[in-house]
């Protein structure tokens, strides 16, 4: 999941450096070509141990949408020891995918990446991923939020189950209260972003057709990360966003098949 917001930021242009962790086998060597030539920084040493690379596949139906079958694989020994302090100390942001809340080791090293980005005055984005890893964490996910977190991404089911209501107005409130700064994504009706008292309502970047949601979440984080470390305002921030979400749901498979950079000085 944070792969692909990397990948969508790079296309932006932006700077972004991936932690993460593949195995030493073919499919690792793959992964970690592709996302370096696309201008990633990735540098956590492969495995050695018995798990391949993870996997996941996707099963896409004629609207669009999509069920996930996930295999962690060598994600799962992701540890402490692969928190590269000085990577985090030159970033604005850390985005760290609800995900890694599952595999033990993988959910201290989150936690181990949010207290060295806090040190070094690096603000912590939080994604929640999907409304099951909510229901499974949610204590954790309430008070990593209010102790640990600057930035929440959340789809407008992740939020309700979050705080356990129908009432999407009451949890907006909630999560208002909890964080400076959120950016909750509702489909086709667009996306809220909270900041303090304000709030910024943003369109759904129209697309001729939804072929495929995979990613959508992703790079819509994408968008709003690079605007927003990039001295852009919510609202602009917001608007590259909702772009990089529509372009990616354009084609199958959850990255950019175009320059986000391009397609965003074109709709300037």
């Not at 000085?86 to 595999?103: H, M, R, T, W």
């Not at 806090?118 to 204590?139: I, M, N, W, Y």
Request: net charge negative.
């Amino acid at each position: 999941s944070v792969s692909n917001t990397c990948a969508g930021v790079a296309s932006f242009g932006g700077r972004v450096a991936f932690i993460g962790k593949v195995a030493d086998d073919q499919l690792g060597g793959i992964f970690a070509h592709d996302i370096r030539s696309i201008g990633v920084h990735f540098d956590t040493p492969a495995s050695a141990n018995a798990s391949p690379t993870g996997r996941c596949l996707i099963l896409v139906t004629l609207d669009g949408e999509r069920t996930m079958n996930t295999f962690l694989g060598a994600a799962a020994e992701l540890g402490i020891e692969e928190i590269n302090p000085a990577v985090i100390a030159q970033s604005k942001v850390l985005y760290l995918e609800g995900y890694s809340f599952d595999p033990p080791r993988a959910r201290a090293a989150f936690y181990e990446a949010a207290a060295t980005a806090k040190s070094a005055g690096t603000q912590v984005a939080v994604s929640l991923s999907d409304p099951f890893c909510v229901e499974r964490h949610r204590d954790a996910f309430l008070d990593f939020i209010a102790e640990n977190t600057d930035i929440l991404f959340a789809n407008e089911r992740e939020l309700l189950s979050l705080y356990q209501t129908e009432d999407f107005e009451a949890a907006c409130e909630l999560i208002r209260g909890s964080v400076k700064l959120a950016a909750v994504t509702r489909s086709a009706k667009g996306s809220r972003i909270l900041a303090g008292d304000e709030t910024i309502v943003v369109g759904a970047e129209p697309v001729a057709s939804v072929v495929d949601t995979t990613g959508a979440g992703d790079l819509y984080a994408a968008g709003f990360l690079f605007g927003y470390t990039n001295g852009r305002n919510l609202a602009e921030s917001g608007r590259l966003a909702s772009l990089a979400a529509a372009e990616v749901i354009s084609h199958i498979g959850p990255r950019p098949q175009v320059s986000l950079k391009q397609m965003a000085h074109e709709k300037a």
